[in-house]
Nanobody, 121 residues
Framework: QVQVVESGGGLVQPGGSLRLSCAAS????????IGWFRQAPGKEREGVSC??????YYVDFVKGRFTISRDNAKNTVYLQMNSLKPEDTGVYYC????????????????WGQGTQVTVSS
């Protein structure tokens, strides 16, 4: 059973950092693309970053602040978030898709339940 579970969210002050984890089970992480998404209150879900066998990719508004990485031995993907801003507040989701291409897949079949990130003073 393919499953991904997020953790690591919380309350942080502007300028602070958080590291989110996406723990994968039921599949071999190396064969999948993992994406991070977020949904702010009242807004649509948006893509933030993804990691595939070909590389890592980011949307413009997190470039230079967020870093995605993967530990295949632990079957876990991380999203290190630095220099956080209030507009980064939202529920962060990770998703998995069997994928061997470059850039981020256009769809993901497996989603986690999300972890709340709140950036506020």
């Amino acid at each position: 059973q393919v499953q991904v579970v997020e953790s690591g969210g919380g309350l942080v002050q502007p300028g602070g950092s958080l590291r989110l984890s996406c723990a994968a089970s039921g599949f071999t992480l190396a064969n999948y693309a993992i994406g991070w998404f977020r949904q702010a209150p009242g807004k649509e879900r948006e893509g933030v970053s993804c990691i595939t066998s070909k590389g890592t990719y980011y949307v413009d508004f997190v470039k230079g602040r967020f870093t995605i990485s993967r530990d295949n031995a632990k079957n876990t993907v991380y999203l290190q978030m630095n220099s956080l801003k209030p507009e980064d507040t939202g529920v962060y989701y990770c998703a998995a898709q069997l994928y061997s291409g470059g850039y981020c897949p256009s769809r993901y079949d497996y989603w986690g339940q999300g972890t709340q990130v709140t950036v506020s003073s």
